[in-house]
Structure formats: structure tokens, C-alpha cells
């Protein structure tokens, strides 16, 4: 199974920063990857990065590089992703998901909406 | 870094109707690491298919994949009304990347 409940929508100013938690359960966390997307309104699915439980390796997407810090907590299987110098164009929902070499993303968080504006 | 290219943006069909959906990679991928998602509005995505052609726990056997290399497709074979929505394909090779979509609607 596998499920991922992430914290609630969030409203922020241009060039604040925002957390966004990825709670998981029932699965071992430490066994898969947690990857983070977003999606912009009426726009597709945009890939963040990755991050490892299991040793804290992360891969972050070149245009996000610098901005984005991806960190997990193993003792509350909680993985965060966290996104500074925010600006309007960073209004979306993120969303959390499961991620394995094999099976890819087969589980997601529920989303949260992120909201940047002055 | 790979790019995913989406084919056709739009699908109109009928119930019943097949629908075959398209994505292409800039190179190949390793092992077939294709996936494809359905999304639908006020959802997360779920996922369909993975390694190319392996269906996701609970997914319909009208959903299957096919292809390699650089060339994948989606297949429903018998369009049902709850089929209208997004679908994505997603490489998850060396990193990820998602398709632009393709929009399933059904008359």
C-alpha cells in the first residue's frame, strides 16, 4: 500500500520561503525515494527532485538547483521539501510521492497548494 | 537532459471507442523506464503503467502499454466515461521528466 499525507496550503510573499511536509506510512520508508511535484494552475506536471531516506542523496531538477532543499526526518518517516526566494510564478500544487527505480511514482500525497503573492 | 514530446494534445472519442496515445523521448531510455499517469481535475496523478508495460495494482486491463527506445504508447481499448481525463508520461531513468499530456475526452 502506501499512503503520503502532506501539511496544508500555504500563503506566502514574493521572496519568502515556504516547507512543505510529506507524511508516510505504511510501507518502510527508508526503502523508497520520495520524489516532489508540482503543477502550476492549468499547467502540467513539473518534477522538483528526489531524495533517498535511506542515505539523504538528493537530485534536484537544474532550474530549481539552489533554491530547493529536499530533507526526510526517518524517526517520523516525514520528508520535506523546502523552496526559497518564492515568487508568483511558484503558485501551484505540490505534491509528494513515492518514487522507486522500478515502479516509479505509485503513491501521492494529496497535494498542497502553495500561494505567492503580495 | 530528456525531453518527453506528447502526442496529440487533444483526443476526442466515443464510448468504446480505442484511444492510443503517444510519447516520445529524446533518447532512449534505459530499461524501458516509461511510466504513464492518468490525472483528473482535483486530483493527484495515479500511476497506470510502468517499465513501458507492466500495469499498476487495480488498473483496468482495457489500460495497456507498449513500445521501447524512444517510442511508447498508452492504449485504452474500450473508452468508459470515467477514462476523461489527463494523461501524463514520465521517464525515470538517469533523472525524471515528465510528457506535456495528452487531454482524453469523451463525447
Known amino acids: 500500500q502506501g499512503q503520503l499525507v502532506q501539511s496544508g496550503g500555504e500563503v506566502k510573499k514574493p521572496g519568502a520561503s515556504v516547507k512543505v511536509s510529506c507524511k508516510a506510512s505504511g510501507y518502510p520508508f527508508n526503502s523508497y525515494g520520495v520524489s516532489w511535484v508540482r503543477q502550476a494552475p492549468g499547467r502540467g506536471l513539473e518534477w522538483m527532485g528526489w531524495?533517498?531516506?535511506?542515505?539523504?542523496?538528493?537530485k534536484y531538477a537544474q532550474i530549481f538547483q539552489g533554491r530547493v532543499t529536499m530533507t526526510t526526518d526517518t524517526s517520523t518517516t516525514t520528508a520535506y521539501m523546502e523552496l526559497r526566494s518564492l515568487r508568483s510564478d511558484d503558485t501551484a500544487v505540490y505534491y509528494c510521492?513515492?518514487?522507486?527505480?522500478?515502479?516509479?511514482?505509485?503513491?501521492w500525497g494529496q497535494g498542497t497548494t502553495v500561494t505567492v503573492f503580495s | 537532459e530528456i525531453v518527453l514530446t506528447q502526442s496529440p494534445g487533444t483526443l476526442s472519442l466515443s464510448p468504446g471507442e480505442r484511444a492510443t496515445l503517444s510519447c516520445r523521448a529524446s533518447q532512449s531510455l534505459s530499461s524501458s523506464s516509461l511510466a504513464w499517469y492518468q490525472q483528473k481535475p482535483g486530483q493527484a496523478p495515479r500511476l497506470l503503467i510502468y517499465v513501458a508495460s507492466s500495469r499498476a495494482t487495480g488498473i483496468p486491463d482495457r489500460f495497456s502499454g507498449s513500445g521501447s527506445g524512444t517510442e511508447f504508447t498508452l492504449t485504452i481499448s474500450r473508452l468508459e466515461p470515467e477514462d476523461s481525463a489527463l494523461y501524463y508520461c514520465?521517464?525515470?531513468?538517469?533523472?525524471?521528466?515528465f510528457g506535456q499530456g495528452t487531454k482524453v475526452e469523451i463525447k
Open positions: 510521492a513515492r518514487d522507486s527505480p522500478r515502479k516509479a511514482m505509485d503513491a
Open positions: 531524495i533517498s531516506p535511506y542515505n539523504g542523496n538528493t
Open positions: 514520465q521517464q525515470y531513468g538517469t533523472s525524471r521528466a
